[in-house]
């Protein structure tokens, strides 16, 4: 763009100093990205013609998105989150690294500190009618070996679509919990199958997707955390196979690899050995961990979490 305005010496003189670049304080990187930043807004200000009116009603867009503390819906709903996550692939790729369970996004919704348990765990502390679910499965190596005393911390919604911490109607850390492997590297555990669930239907994620034609629907799935002393740590989620929304999530999270059989259980003499009275279902998902190495980038992903008192 030759002769945009933006391009004129006044705006690059503006837009050097609105980085920082004249002044000799400061960050470096920083300001080479904020100048990035807002030479790109005014590049797209300039050639989609924004008026000052459409400007202000993004300006309020995104304050009101703060203020409903929905930017970590939003990011994954723009793909963003998911980009993140195809970079890290990438620089492992290059690293040498081949193989392995996928990574997939962590979404907005974990909190630290769910309560530990060896070997296995049941998750559904509160009482729901659901369908009664086994998930089970082995923490490996990348030879094939059994890791022991890692740390599988699982979380997902209720039937309703719902997180606890973030739903007020749950008890805290229902449907979370961090479960040590045994000594096989096994892990298991009881809770009820989840429900998918949407954006809030009034808030401001769902205005925007509404606006460019899109849902805000996910399929239902469970989220890990998969740690171990030694290996990086994996960040990752399983679907529910037969969710209709299963390749058509507004997250984009759904990854090859991460589609387990959902296997439903009617045989009367099963459903008794479980010492149920329903029909139930189970999944079986194996982890296989990269090990830790010095030329990789870092697994461990800091950001904000919530942590219930
Ligand atoms: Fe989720």
């Known amino acids: 763009m030759?002769?945009?305005?933006?391009?004129?010496?006044?705006?690059?003189k503006l837009l050097t100093r609105v980085a920082g670049l004249d002044q000799p304080g400061g960050d470096e990187r920083l300001k080479r990205v904020v100048h990035r930043v807002a030479t790109d807004l005014c590049q797209i200000v300039e050639e989609f013609d924004v008026t000052p009116t459409e400007f202000w009603t993004a300006v309020s867009y995104v304050t009101r998105l703060g203020q409903a503390n929905e930017v970590g819906l939003l990011v994954p709903g723009l793909g963003i989150e998911t980009f993140l996550d195809l970079m890290m692939d990438e620089k492992e790729r290059r690293a040498g690294l081949q193989g392995g369970t996928p990574r997939t996004i962590e979404g907005p919704l974990y909190i630290t500190d769910a309560p530990l348990e060896k070997g296995e765990a049941r998750l559904d502390q509160d009482p729901e009618q659901g369908e009664v679910l086994f998930v089970d499965g082995q923490v490996?190596?990348?030879?094939g070996k059994p890791v022991s005393g890692a740390i599988v911390d699982v979380w997902h919604a209720n039937t309703k679509g719902g997180y606890s911490f973030f739903d007020p109607s749950q008890s805290p850390y229902n449907l979370r919990r961090r479960i040590e492997t045994d000594a096989e590297g096994r892990y298991r555990f009881r809770s009820i199958l989840p429900s998918g669930y949407g954006c809030p239907p009034n808030g401001m994620t769902q205005q925007l997707l509404t606006a460019l034609g899109r849902h805000g629907n996910r399929p239902a799935h469970i989220h890990f955390f998969v740690e171990a002393p030694g290996f990086?740590?994996?960040?990752?989620?399983?679907n529910?196979?037969?969710?209709?929304?299963?390749?058509?999530?507004?997250?984009?999270?759904?990854?090859?690899?991460?589609?387990?059989?959902?296997v439903r259980h009617t045989d009367p003499a099963e459903i008794k050995a479980r010492g149920l009275n329903e029909p139930f279902a189970t999944i079986t998902f194996d982890f296989e961990l990269h090990r830790e190495a010095a030329n990789l980038p870092e697994a461990v992903v800091v950001r904000d979490h919530a942590k219930a008192a």
């Open 240 to 262: 529910i196979s037969d969710d209709p929304y299963l390749h058509d999530d507004f997250a984009f999270a759904t990854r090859e690899g991460l589609i387990p059989e959902l």
């Open 140 to 143: 490996r190596d990348p030879d």
């Open 2 to 12: 030759a002769d945009s305005l933006t391009n004129t010496p006044e705006v690059q």
């Open 232 to 238: 990086r740590k994996l960040t990752t989620q399983i």
